[in-house]
């Protein structure tokens, strides 16, 4: 059930990515040859939106990997929001650069139906990705589609730009063919603002959700009262959401069999899971114990020279 709930919940993550970044090629591209700052500016704003949506997916999936993996995507995500950052200065200087050297005509009228396409799709992408995580009850979709009070504030923006210059165009009133250019400013602002909160976002979950040692002693003692566990080695808790992920590492009889050893990892797993509520995945590693030192076990251990643990 569970497994079906990723499932489902990545591919809403898929719809914003491949949505968003549809949206960002044409209204680039029409922003382009309409000249229209605003619709570029909103352009980068839907690839911010499409890299919200990537990170969305690395949450989804992080439940599924180890530590190092999830650890990397995160800082993969902190790299990428950096570069977002970098690219609203851009938008933003760019904008500042046409207002100060002056306006002289508005964008081709064909912009405002690119813009007009646009709001209709983020509506669907919304609604859709609304219903989802409110169905799936899924934190991290949630969060996501909670961004969409941005995308309304730069699609009105981007509308008022073009459509303002438009007016100023066709009436002879030179001050409004600014609006392009100003509502490429506020875009980029927004922008800045997005992926300021993707870095903060990223670097929280890189550093601060991962247990400290003395936090983890409960966990420890739950996984070495499992019968057949000898030692639990660098068990590992980390936050996700209102929920926790355990990877454990356990040392087991080295004489016992391989599926012995995983049926081992398999009860520890099951304790994580039936005492604790909180627990959302245990990833257990099984490895042999050291036969060079002696050791005390929770089971009794027969001189048989293939003993077993399962009772």
């Not at 009105?156 to 002879?172: D, H, K, R, S």
């Not at 114990?289 to 399962?310: A, Q, R």
Request: proline fraction near 3%.
């Amino acid at each position: 059930m569970s497994n079906d709930r990723n499932v489902q919940a990545e591919a809403g993550a898929w719809v914003g990515i491949i949505g968003n970044l549809l949206l960002a090629s044409m209204k680039g591209s029409v922003g382009w040859f309409a000249s229209s700052n605003a619709l570029m500016a909103d352009a980068f704003h839907s690839v911010s939106d499409a890299v919200g949506s990537i990170a969305g997916l690395v949450g989804i999936r992080t439940k599924d990997r180890s530590y190092r993996r999830a650890k990397a995507d995160c800082i993969a995500a902190i790299i990428v929001s950096i570069l977002l950052v970098f690219v609203g200065y851009e938008i933003a200087r760019g904008s500042l650069v046409s207002i100060l050297s002056g306006v002289s005509r508005a964008p081709h009228g064909y912009a405002v139906l690119a813009i007009l396409i646009s709001i209709v799709v983020k509506e669907a992408m919304f609604l859709y990705k609304y219903k989802l995580s409110k169905r799936l009850g899924h934190q991290v979709l949630i969060e996501h589609a909670g961004e969409h009070r941005s995308d309304v504030y730069s699609s009105l923006a981007t509308l008022i730009g073009v459509g303002g210059a438009l007016v100023g165009e066709w009436q002879g009133i030179s001050w409004l063919l600014y609006l392009d250019p100003i509502a490429g400013l506020v875009i980029a602002m927004l922008v800045l603002r997005m992926g300021y909160r993707f870095v903060i976002r990223a670097i929280r979950k890189t550093l601060n959700n991962q247990w400290r040692s003395e936090d983890t002693k409960e966990l420890v003692c739950v996984a070495a009262d499992v019968p057949g566990v000898i030692s639990v080695h660098d068990l590992r808790a980390r936050d996700q959401g209102h929920y926790v992920r355990i990877e454990v590492t356990i040392c087991v009889d080295p004489r016992i069999s391989v599926l012995d050893g995983y049926r081992i990892g398999k009860r520890v797993k099951n304790r994580f899971m039936d005492q604790l509520s909180h627990i959302s995945d245990v990833m257990v590693h099984v490895n042999p114990y050291d036969p060079g030192y002696p050791y005390k076990s929770n089971h009794l251990v027969m001189d048989d020279e293939h003993p077993t643990i399962l009772q």
